[in-house]
């Protein structure tokens, strides 16, 4: 059993471009949910929006990768538009039902034959995405590998600007949750009522509070498409979501770095739990597991691991039990 | 305590009085001075008409109690009123303005606040938050300008002083960084009044400010809402408690099913055939069987 091997694996996944990606979509949640209220169950499409624009802009339209991260925003800011005047003024469970629906409608929209000529269909769009980044790379050109972490050139030039955008978008979310603006958007969260008996206009807030998270969402979108160099359809799927919002809670709802630590535990187990599976079953400690079968496995652990973190610890990491309870009025 | 805010006060408090002496009790009954004025306002569920208010005024300065049995439209009225339901017809206007059909936070902001039957106290936000919410044109609230403190901090500090000052007079200053939802249900209603008067309303609506508080923090609600008219507030409160009404309110307005009954001063509403009837029914000193009797000449 190479232990080196499974924790050089786990590492590398653990603050590697997929959990950046996760990573910034819980960041959109944590603005959505945590501190306004918002049951945005669609986040996926705002990744897949980010996503797309780049693959459209840069291998349909071959124009700049840099118009391409504004196009992104663009068409994150209008989703968010689209979904959030119709059901803002509802009630909460509307906009949940509304962008879970969205979400699917928008990956069917994106790989239907119809659009295939500018979206590329259920195949998607593979191709030099990200070129004009991966241009900018600094790192030399025969750079091998770190000594732990098993990435390329490529990813690691992906990986340091990532999480240089995480800290940036962090920064700005901190700046606002501690700003009057997030005094009212919390205030929205507690009781919508209560902020339109003190004067504000609670929709506004809540569709500001939609598109950024939305934006936000968009950016790890714009992160995969470049860092994968391929955009599909059907890695779209509503689970991603649910990943993302996995990731807030076990962070704890709220908080500026809940989704940070959030994400980079998240794929620490994730990976952690499927390369010591895979290796346990090659070194034949496990011999009722095929190794087909650690893919799945590792994702009931997961979930056995989220009751547990619910029962346990429902506040999640950084959050504060006693206020949690105070919820329950 | 009472005899010091009496003389102290004097002067609003008898001019409130004094402005009303002079108008008939009778319902509908046009005020000298009024704020809010209601006309045809209708709102009905389904075949249920729950408000059918005719014509009410509500006058400047005034403590003005809305008061009936329970199911009367009294809280439907206020949420008519304060734009947070619909009216199906009927128009009013507030300081000579025409404001039905105006959104809810719109007119919070021309000054019309109001309070809940069930208190929204912020749960997961601390008490001085609360407070910090209820300030009006902050410049921090803008989202852009959210991101440069320099820009709002001294704003921030000013709205600070105030809530402070607020939360002092109303007994909550130990409180400021404990979380509103670790308040008592007494305290919760105090930091809702304060953080209301955060808003400077011109017109402050209370919907049943006395639910659910002992008697010894009711009689401290009760200076308070004696204070802000001391200040110039006009207050509109929904009660239930006859005592309170007669307490402090200068007129007195009766709803019964959806309709205005009888309005008037206190020790004139009260004695008002009308009302007794609506809170006792019209037959409740009518007898209604033999062993009734019986029970109270045994009684007696």
Known sequence: ?329 | MPDSTATAAGTLAEKAKAALSQVEARPGVPKPDPILVADHVKRSFGGLTAVNVEHVEIQRGAITALIGPNGAGKTTFFNLITGFDDANEGTWTFNGRQVAGMAPYRLARIGMVRTFQLTKALSRMTVIDNMRLGAKHQTGERFFAAIFPFLWSSQEKTIDERSLALLRRFNLHEKVKDFAGSLSGGQRKLLEMARALMADPELIMLDEPMAGVNPALKQSLLGHIKSMREEGTTVLFVEHDMDMVHDISDWVIVMAQGAVIAEGPPDAVMKDQAVIDAYLGAHHDAQLTESGEALTEGGS
């Open chain 1, 1 to 329: 059993m190479d232990w080196g091997f499974v924790l050089t694996q786990t590492m590398t996944q653990a603050i590697g471009v997929t959990a950046i990606i996760y990573c910034l979509a819980a960041i959109g949640l944590n603005v959505q949910f945590g501190y306004a209220g918002l049951l945005n169950f669609g986040q996926v499409a705002f990744v897949a929006a980010g996503s797309y624009a780049v693959g459209v802009i840069v291998l349909t339209f071959d124009l700049s990768l840099w118009l391409a991260i504004l196009v992104g925003i663009i068409v994150a800011t209008l989703l968010a538009l689209l979904l959030g005047i119709p059901t803002l003024r509802l009630r909460a469970d509307y906009l949940a039902i509304v962008t879970i629906a969205a979400s699917e409608l928008f990956r069917l929209s994106v790989r239907s034959i119809a659009f295939k000529d500018v979206l590329g269909g259920a195949q998607g769009l593979n191709g030099k995405l990200g070129q004009q980044f991966h241009d900018t790379n600094p790192l030399p050109a025969d750079f091998e590998s770190l000594p732990v972490l098993s990435w390329t050139r490529q990813d690691l030039w992906v990986v340091i600007v990532g999480w240089i955008l995480v800290a940036a978008v962090t920064v700005l979310v901190w700046l606002l949750v501690r700003s009057p603006w997030g005094r009212v958007v919390k205030g929205i969260r507690e009781d919508e009522d209560a902020v339109v008996s003190l004067g504000k206009n609670v929709f506004v807030y809540k569709l500001q509070a939609l598109i950024l998270g939305g934006v936000i969402g968009a950016l790890g979108g714009i992160v995969w498409a470049v860092a994968k160099q391929s955009v599909q359809p059907d890695t779209f799927q509503p689970d991603f979501t649910f990943f993302a919002y996995t990731i807030l809670l076990l962070g704890g709802a709220a908080r500026v770095f809940g989704p940070i630590v959030g994400a980079i535990i998240f794929w620490f187990l994730l990976a952690g739990t499927g390369e010591f599976l895979g290796q346990a079953i090659q070194a034949g400690w496990i011999d009722f597991l095929a190794p087909t079968d650690v893919g799945n496995i590792r994702f009931v652990l997961m979930g056995a691991g989220l009751i547990a973190l619910m029962v346990f610890r429902p506040q999640g990491i950084f959050g504060d039990r006693k206020e949690l309870a105070l919820d329950a009025r």
